[in-house]
């Protein structure tokens, strides 16, 4: 087994790493550093005898955390930021519509299901909104839902590109 990455080297971290009990202070499932965050590698070590584990530090949030060399790429790769990930809560920005019926109003609560980063129209989602309903949404026909508070939006009329 050789690393994949070395001493120094800035990486970033392609899935949200949570607490699996092991980083002290902090509730087991708590989410420690988000995807897409940069950081260093200053250590690399084996568990089990069979996987790397790259000791990165990332600056940003002021953690230090062990992470599997599936779980990170280089820094300079190219990435695309979005502005939600897998279980976020959100509401509809506008009332969506599918073959000219509205299948989602403007405010309705959904849980992001799945993050599409690499298509040409840019970041899309597959979010659910109840009701069996699972649709691909723009970013832009998004917005956070309010901690506490859901479907309190300002509606705004528009199709969505499903």
């Not at 902090?26 to 965050?37: H, N, P, S």
């Not at 990435?79 to 279980?87: A, K, Q």
């Not at 069996?132 to 528009?158: C, F, I, N, W, Y």
């Amino acid at each position: 087994m050789r690393p994949a990455y070395e001493y120094g080297e800035e990486v970033r971290v392609i899935r949200n790493v949570r607490n699996d009990g092991t980083y002290p202070g902090m509730a087991m499932g708590e989410l420690l550093v988000r995807r897409g965050a940069v950081g260093c590698v200053y250590d690399v070590g084996t568990y089990l005898q069979d996987q790397l584990i790259y000791k990165v530090h990332f600056l940003g949030e002021g953690r230090t955390v062990g992470c599997r060399q599936e779980e990170l790429v280089l820094a300079s790769e190219p990435w695309v930021p979005s502005l939600y990930e897998y279980r976020d809560q959100v509401l509809a920005r506008k009332t969506l519509s599918l073959r000219g019926e509205v299948v989602v109003a403007a405010g309705q609560p959904g849980q992001i299901e799945k993050v599409l980063r690499d298509l040409p129209d840019g970041v899309q989602y597959h979010v659910h909104f109840g009701g069996g309903k699972v649709l691909q949404v723009p970013e832009s026909a998004l917005m956070p839902a309010p901690a506490g508070k859901r479907g309190v939006a300002a509606p705004e009329e528009d199709d969505a590109n499903d």
